[in-house]
């Protein structure tokens, strides 16, 4: 039997529960609802490393962070020597013709990483337009490309009205959709199954930099989510417990209050940059039809992390809530999936580092030894035997100056802060929006103790010394790459 296609699809800053499979009372998205309905939905996704760079190390190397040591959100760290072990590279291994499009965030910007090839866009980036002065071509081939379309100018680019990429300022695309970058994607992946190597089975890494800001969908897609209710904030009992950061008024902070009018329209950018996508995933799926693909190819559908959008006053990622670390799950295994197990919603808590080890089980390719995520391919397809895939998960990320850790087994979150021994515990099931501190209260103290525990088991043995005598101990200096990891680039530089 021949192996099949694989189709990895992130997106950017998407949130877990913006889809209406999951019962989203706004967002409408029909084409990855149709793709849930004929694969299995993992209703409870996270990314433990909430962030663009750690989180897209975890889905590139199947790995958890204590393993491939990024804690933080570093750019510039040379991502072969740090991470030789891929999903691309083992796939190439096993014969695949391997691509990506769109965006990769790595370093340098033009490494392939394992791919054969990449076609590039990643958004707005800082650390590239400055180390390039703005020389697009070695970093991007989006603008390249605008700026040989009729009609446009030399100057052109992704930028031009003047919305910042970490901004909750919102407003419709100021071209034509055709230039929009989504669309760019869609047509480019499309172009590319022309020019396919048609004697191999191939592995696409298909990378979309939107819902992330800027929120700036076509005029469409943004009026189409203006008319939704009014914003009003999803406030709890413990946003103090971060007051030293909020930025009142700032328009890219990451903790402030903002006009409900605001972000009432960043709603609308993010929710119709959200339709924009699906249909650009309708116009890949059929065309899988038209190049005679579709009973052939596996699609999975993640995003890097999620985006507060306003929930506590919150926005973007990187924080341990809701709407920053879990993210939307989708596998769908035309060849093999059993009919009963489409449709399925798998409600066990599972994260990016598992979409490797699941693809490659799914397609029949070796799981490599580096590899510490769990393969969802026996849900997948179907099996009876499929059990739990862990019993509870640990994230962390550097933010608001400190090492901020987590634990959740989907039912339950414990936080912890590190800089003042912040303590936070939410029971999902009965508080979803996680507005009820339970760790103030007397009678949780047993489920406290528990979870403290767990933490206290996660963080044994860290090198920043998280633990001393069994007990967490805040204050301590963080690290945003592990020694092991700094070590083994140091050893290669």
Not at 11 to 20: K, M, N, P, T, Y
């Amino acid at each position: 039997m021949s192996k099949p296609n694989v189709i990895l699809i992130c997106v950017d800053e998407w949130r877990g529960d913006a889809l209406s499979s999951d019962g989203h009372p706004y967002v409408e998205t029909p084409h990855l609802d149709e793709l849930a309905r004929g694969g299995v939905r993992f209703s409870k996704g996270y990314s433990a490393t909430p962030t663009c760079v750690p989180a897209r190390v975890a889905l590139f190397t199947g790995q958890s962070q204590e393993k491939h040591g990024r804690v933080g959100y570093d750019e510039g760290v040379p991502f072969d020597v740090a991470h030789p072990v891929t999903i691309q590279s083992e796939f190439k291994k096993a014969g695949y013709h391997t691509q990506a499009i769109g965006k990769m965030h790595v370093h340098p910007e033009r490494a392939r990483i394992g791919f054969d090839d990449v076609i590039l866009h990643d958004g707005f980036m800082h650390y590239s337009r400055r180390k390039f002065k703005q020389n697009f071509a070695f970093f991007d081939d989006y603008v390249p490309w605008l700026r040989r379309q009729p009609g446009s100018t030399p100057e052109a680019e992704y930028f031009d009205h003047g919305v910042n990429c970490n901004s909750v300022v919102a407003r419709p695309w100021d071209k034509a959709e055709h230039l929009h970058p989504s669309h760019w994607i869609g047509t480019q992946a499309i172009d590319w199954m022309y020019r396919r190597d048609p004697s191999k089975p191939f592995f696409l890494y298909l990378s979309w930099h939107r819902p992330h800001p800027p929120y700036d969908p076509p005029q469409w897609a943004y009026d189409q989510y203006l008319d939704i209710d009014p914003y009003k904030a999803v406030e709890g009992d413990w946003e103090q417990d971060w007051d030293e950061f909020r930025k009142d008024g700032d328009y890219q902070a990451a903790f402030g209050t903002l006009p409900d009018r605001t972000v009432h329209r960043a709603r609308a950018g993010y929710y119709g940059l959200m339709a924009q996508i699906d249909l650009q995933i309708n116009r890949i799926k059929e065309s899988l039809v038209d190049f005679g693909l579709a009973e052939d190819t596996i699609i999975a559908f993640t995003s890097d992390h999620g985006e507060m959008m306003g929930d506590h006053h919150m926005f973007r990622k990187a924080l341990p809530y809701e709407g920053s670390a879990r993210v939307p799950f989708i596998i769908a295994d035309a060849p093999s999936a059993k009919d009963s197990a489409r449709g399925a919603v798998m409600d066990g808590v599972v994260e990016l580092r598992d979409l490797m080890p699941t693809l490659l089980d799914l397609a029949g390719v070796d799981i490599p030894d580096s590899v510490d995520g769990k393969s969802l391919a026996p849900h997948v397809r179907g099996e009876k035997a499929a059990g739990p895939v862990r019993d509870y998960l640990h994230g962390e990320h550097v933010y608001f100056a400190q090492n901020i850790h987590w634990l959740t087994d989907g039912k339950v979150k414990y936080v912890w802060g590190s800089a003042k021994g912040v303590e936070q515990l939410f029971d999902l099931a009965a508080d979803p929006d996680e507005c009820h501190n339970l760790a103030r209260e007397e009678a949780s103290t047993p489920q406290l103790a528990l979870w403290r525990a767990r933490m206290v088991e996660s963080l044994d043995g860290r090198e920043e010394g998280f633990v001393q005598d069994g007990k967490l101990v805040a204050g301590r200096p963080v690290v945003s790459i592990l020694a092991h990891t700094r070590e083994r680039i140091a050893a290669v530089l």
